[in-house]
């Protein structure tokens, strides 16, 4: 079963602008990890943020950890159009990665 | 580049078959994962090894055997395949010696069993 959510499951938005995705989870976590996958390709690692770190930054991607609500956001600022793409959380616990389904990113030129 | 290559790219087979997926890596990493991702479910890890001959079960392993008799060659097999594994299977590995370091994936296999 999954263990991240996603939210939202697609978003569109203009070249530019801020994109804001959600992760929720319901057991404690070791660390937790975006990836981003472009279509017909396989992932790819973004960012990894441990349970006792809050925030995270690299490039154009900011990355917040809530443990007491079991959430976590991902922040791309200032979108391009290569930005699109499905974006993934996944959290891990004790040998144990567990991926969500994954918020769609479209960003329009 | 983590170097990791997965063959085949494409395969179409019959219910009933068997199925042979490889995945090879150039750069001598202990730990290597089979998943397979549908729509609506992200990812689901299927097998994964800790070494040589070191493997285990992952949540969606029934139906899937594994073998890993070299460091770089993790292989998914499917003994008598059937409809509901069509999918887009994932091999990839963890960075370094450890589980909970960033994964690098191969670009998949996409399987269609009719």
């Known amino acids: 079963s999954q263990q991240g959510e996603e939210d939202p499951q697609a978003l569109s938005i203009q070249e530019g602008e801020n994109a804001t995705m959600n992760c929720s989870y319901k057991t404690s976590i070791n660390n937790l990890q975006w990836y981003r996958q472009n279509s017909g390709r396989g992932l790819v690692h973004l960012i990894l943020i441990r349970s006792n770190e809050r925030e995270k930054h690299s490039g154009r991607l900011r990355v917040t950890l809530d443990t007491s609500k079991k959430s976590s956001s991902l922040l791309i600022t200032a979108s391009r159009a290569a930005d699109t793409a499905s974006y993934f959380c996944?959290?891990?616990?004790?040998?144990?990665?567990?991926f969500g389904a994954g918020t769609r990113l479209t960003v329009k030129p | 580049d983590a170097g990791i290559t997965q063959s085949p790219r494409h395969k179409v087979t019959e219910t009933g078959t068997p199925v042979t997926l490889r995945c090879h890596q150039t750069e001598n990493h202990r730990y290597m994962y089979w998943y397979r991702q549908d729509p609506g479910h992200g990812l689901r890890l299927i097998h994964y090894s800790y070494g040589v001959k070191d493997t285990d079960k992952g949540e969606v392993s029934d139906g899937y055997s594994v073998s890993r008799s070299k460091t770089e060659d993790f292989l998914l097999t499917l003994e008598s395949a059937t409809s509901s594994q069509t999918s887009v299977y994932f091999c990839?590995?963890?960075?370094?010696?450890?589980?909970?370091?960033?994964?690098?994936f191969g670009d998949g296999t996409r399987l269609s069993i009719l």
């Open positions: 996944a959290t891990f616990l004790n040998n144990d990665m567990r």
């Open positions: 990839a590995i963890s960075e370094g010696q450890g589980p909970s370091q960033p994964q690098h």
